[in-house]
């Protein structure tokens, strides 16, 4: 058992946990911590802002499947990364947050910088620990780490005060312990998976719901098994968007307010659902009343508190969904059940599908949203990941841009947080080296956390931004248009500031396209580049994200193009 300070302590365990790297911003509370990136092998990735930092750690986490890891000191520190907190929270992220706090004897007594990012956390955080000894820190870090990756993944705060920072103790650093009352696992039921079987054969016009769990639990070669061989459509919600690949005969695409008007239709003429780690929120199901009222609902999530909580569910399946599926595969194939692809209600799914290809229409001009998304989809390599930030481009992504290989696209979906994709697109990289990552941004979501381009340049992390500019709120300022009578308050950002200045002056590559000849160059240009790069794309400001479902109404009442 050595002795050791608390701040190595940390340092080693979160190495025998895996950690390369740490996204993080210093100050007084965790200078001990900063001072063992002197003796340790973890990369130290500084940050301009606190929640960024967060953002970059959550982008890191969901595309690699570990936990991401942000440091910042007590205070304001700590305070600024509780948006990043509970974004990982909405969408089940793996994060570990670690924040400096004022010494042990000080808590309390509101010192200099002191905060309770305890208490401020707790309802946005899976769990969090705050050590009062050095002796601690080993095992809150190897529980954390586990807290925040198994069962239903999420961020998990990890609060140390600066004197356990300091101190020495022997250390040791467990490899078993107990969790008392957290079971993140439940095995299937066999019995469960086999009436979901049973009410999807004998259904007329069932249909594929996945989620964002579908994702998380990289469901995607037994979800396609399953939609194959039942010959089921599959929607997905914003967040599943991507479980499913979007270039497959049977996807719809994302429902729900911004979705795909085929996904819609064949989603509320559907008389089954099997639904995939969903929570079904409100943006992707329209009223809960309308949506459950003519469904039979097989519920399929790892945590059980989802199900029955906002529908009412016919059949639960609690578990993995992975391995819910992986069973459902298995009683597929003894049963050498395998529906035809020639049923009235398949042939339906194509027609409509077809009709809405055909008929949708888009932005008349050459430099519409329709047109430069799938400008991007065509020149990018597949496997590419993309993040977004969050307003119009998020849902012009959603409708226009294919996510060909599953697992690709993320987005701030349940919290909706402004700022969240660029960030993110770096811990994405991270990740990710050797693919390219791209943020589809909007120039209001792109300017709260621009300042991040200086992390992309100084520490070598070549993004894409893809900014559709149109110098506004715009999401704001189509409900405006639509519900407030044009009455146009507080959206016009008055084309400041230039974002090909702006990232020239971080040393970033700015272009900027407005032609589709143009954008074509701009594209290949940053693909080739081994800096970061801003494309700035000019569009129409009246251009409104359709189709559209109003709140409080339900996904067969869609505001459509005209």
Known sequence: METMTGAKALMTAMEKEGVKQVFGLPGGANLPMYDEFARCDIRHILVRHEQSAAHMA????????????????????????????????????????????????????????????????????????????????????????????TGRPGPVLLDIPKDVQQNEAPMDFPDEFKIQGYHPWNDPDVASVQKAVDMLVNSERPIILAGGGTIISSA?????????????????????????????????????????????????????????????????????????????????DVDPAEIGKNQTTNIAVVGDVRASLRIMVKLLLQKSL???????????????????????????????AAKILRKLRELLPKESVVTTEVGQHQMWASLFYDVIQPGTFFSSTGLGTMGWGFPASIGAKVARPDVPVVDIAGDGSFSMTENSLATAVLEDIPVIVFVLNNSTLGMVAQWQRTFYDRRMIGVDQGGCPDYVKLAESYGAQGIRAQSMDELDKAIKSALSSDVATVIDIPIDPEEDVLPFVAPGTSLSDMILPS
């Not at 194509?350 to 430099?367: A, Q």
């Open 338 to 368: 395998k529906k035809s692809e020639d049923s009235v209600w398949i042939k339906h799914v194509r027609e409509t599908k077809e009709y809405w290809k055909e008929n949708l229409k888009i932005h008349p001009g050459e430099m519409g």
């Open 58 to 149: 959550d982008g890191f986490g969901r595309v690699s499947r570990k936990p991401g890891v942000c440091f910042a000191t007590s205070g304001p520190g700590a305070t600024n990364i509780l948006t990043g907190l509970a974004t990982a929270q909405a969408d089940s992220a793996p994060m570990i947050a670690v924040t400096g706090q004022v010494p042990v004897a000080m808590i309390g007594k509101d010192a200099f910088q002191e905060s309770d990012i305890i208490g401020m956390a707790n309802p946005v955080v899976k769990y969090s620990f705050q050590p009062r000894l050095p002796g601690e820190v080993p095992e809150a870090v190897r529980k954390g780490f586990y807290i925040a990756e």
């Open 220 to 300: 995607f070669s037994e979800l396609q098994s399953v939609a194959e061989t039942l010959m089921l459509p599959v929607v997905t919600t914003f967040k599943g968007k991507g479980a499913f690949p979007e270039n497959h005969p049977l996807s719809l695409g994302p429902i729900g307010m911004h979705g795909h008007a085929e996904a819609n239709k064949m989603m509320a003429e559907s008389d089954c659902v099997l639904a995939i780690g969903t929570r079904f929120s409100d943006r992707s199901v329209g009223t809960f009343e309308a949506f459950e009222k003519r469904l039979k609902i097989i519920h399929m």
